[in-house]
Every structure is written in structure tokens, then in C-alpha cells.
């Protein structure tokens, strides 16, 4: 592998490692998760504006009714997304809100086979069975309790609303740039959710503040700009691999500040990374 593409490589890391980093800077917030969600869209698209502004100008095309509203589309599936992952993650955990999105190939193969009819493989099940079982081991803690068993339903909700991102975007067609279409889901995100909560952003204190602009400034925006650059170097298939560790890092640096996993969330959660890293490499081909 060449210098550049090394380099490109650490580059996907560090956007995969700045995505995981807003989960933890969410946790502790006292701010309502639609204002997290709207302030890290409006703020993402902040970041991504200024980097078409300066440095990307020739990204802005001209798109069609229809292609606007496909953008426009994906941004409120983009909120309702992000909803259900931040409020996994503040009322499971960390560890368990990040876990329960990774399970999102499992959705999208289950989707496909609803919608379109493709035949699932027995590779395929069998990493969605070893899925299942992980997420069985992760629910042990709450079992008896039924607010952690929503809350990780509301992560698996996380992963089934990804899915369903993926699958509509592979299935429509936009002329638009990379940076200029997610400017635009961005944009649409943020505002589909601020209604919900902008009756209290006066009362945000100043330390949610920073966090908030870490979170869409950095931990998107940023994190985004980052990834778009390194994949002109690294194929996309394996991008994807090392993005299914965004868990490993959220889980990492939840530790580092004194939040020590359970064992069943080791074992559970290896389970899950070890199936969606295997399903991903094999569709891949990498």
C-alpha cells in the first residue's frame, strides 16, 4: 500500500473515531436530543458550507425538483435517524447505544429481501444470526427492567433507520457532489427537528454549548470533509470496514472516562463487530 493511501487509511480512522466521539459528548449533555440533533445538522452544515465556499466551489451543481427532493427526504430519515441514536445512547449507554446501530447490515439485508427479492446467502444469516445472538447477550443486563430494554430498542431503532438511509440512497439517483448533497441533508435535517426544541435552546447552558459545536462542527463536519478526502484514496468497500469500529472507539474512550463495559457487553458487543466486519468484508470482496 503506498504512503498516500496509508496516510488515507488513518485518515478514515480519525473520521470513524471523530463520529463515535459524538455519542460521548451526547451522553452527558442536558440538552433535549432534538436540540442535539438539529444543532448537529445546522453546525455540520455550517462546516461542510464553508468548505464549498473556500475550497470546493466547483461541487455546487444545479439539481432538479426531483433531486432536491430526494435530498430533502434523506435529511428527515437523517433526523429521525439520529433521534433514535442519540437517545439510545443517553438512556442505554455508550456502549450499548453505539452496539445496537452497528446492527444496521442486518436491516438493510432484511430490507432488501422485503422490497426487491434478492436471495439472502447462508454467509449472510449466519452473520445475522451471530448478530441476533450478541444482541441477546447485550439485553441480559436489562432484562428484568423494562426502561433499559426500551432504551435498546431505541438503539436497534438507530440501526433499522440507518438501513433504511442506505437502502433509499441506492436506489435514487442525484447529480450532486458528495459534500453539496450532504449540505443539503444537513440543511433539511436541521431544520425538520428544530421545531421540536427550539423553545429551550435559550436555556442551554455554556458547557452544552461547546459540546454542541463539537458534536456538528467537529465530530460531522469535520469528521465528513475528512472522510470525503480520504476516499479518493481508499475504495469505499474498505472504508466501510474500518467505519464498523465507530462501537470499538465509542466504547474506548467511554472507558477512558471511567466507564468500564460488563462482560456481556464484551462478548455481545465482539459478537455483533466480529459478524458486521465478516458480512462487510465478504460483500465487499476486499
Avoid at 441514536?85 to 452497528?102: C, K, N, P
Avoid at 441480559?140 to 433499522?160: E, H, K, N, Y
Amino acid at each position: 500500500m503506498t504512503t498516500t493511501k496509508n496516510h488515507a487509511v488513518l485518515l478514515v480512522h480519525l473520521s470513524t473515531a471523530l463520529f463515535a466521539l459524538s455519542a460521548v459528548f451526547a451522553k452527558n449533555m442536558e440538552v433535549s436530543v432534538t436540540n442535539i440533533v438539529s444543532m448537529r445538522a445546522l453546525l455540520a452544515a455550517l462546516a461542510l458550507g464553508l468548505v464549498l465556499a473556500f475550497f470546493k466551489k466547483n461541487q455546487w451543481r444545479r439539481l432538479n425538483v426531483k433531486e432536491w427532493g430526494h435530498l430533502i427526504t434523506l435529511g428527515g430519515l437523517l433526523a429521525l435517524h439520529w433521534l433514535c441514536f442519540f437517545i439510545g445512547v443517553i438512556e442505554a449507554g455508550i456502549a450499548v447505544g453505539t452496539l445496537g446501530f452497528a446492527c444496521f447490515p442486518v436491516f438493510v439485508a432484511l430490507i432488501n429481501k422485503t422490497l426487491y427479492g434478492p436471495i439472502i446467502s447462508k454467509y449472510e444469516w449466519l452473520c445475522i444470526s451471530v448478530i441476533i445472538v450478541g444482541l441477546s447477550i447485550l439485553s441480559l443486563d436489562s432484562f428484568l427492567d423494562s426502561d433499559s430494554l426500551l432504551a435498546l430498542a431505541w438503539a436497534i431503532a438507530s440501526g433499522a433507520s440507518y438501513a433504511v438511509i442506505l437502502v433509499y440512497n441506492q436506489r435514487v439517483s442525484v447529480k450532486g457532489s458528495a459534500i453539496q448533497s450532504s449540505w443539503i441533508q444537513f440543511v433539511s435535517c436541521g431544520l425538520f427537528a428544530l421545531p421540536f426544541g427550539v423553545s429551550s435552546l435559550p436555556a442551554i447552558n455554556a458547557d452544552d454549548v461547546v459540546a454542541l459545536i463539537v458534536i456538528g462542527f467537529l465530530c460531522t463536519g469535520v469528521a465528513y470533509t475528512v472522510l470525503t478526502k480520504a476516499l479518493q484514496s481508499v475504495p469505499s468497500s474498505k472504508a466501510a470496514v474500518v467505519i464498523t469500529l465507530e462501537p470499538v472507539w465509542a466504547i474506548l474512550f467511554a472507558a477512558l472516562l471511567g466507564t468500564v463495559p460488563t462482560v456481556s457487553v464484551l462478548i455481545g458487543g465482539g459478537l455483533i463487530i466480529a459478524a458486521v466486519t465478516a458480512r462487510t468484508l465478504k460483500v465487499s470482496d476486499v
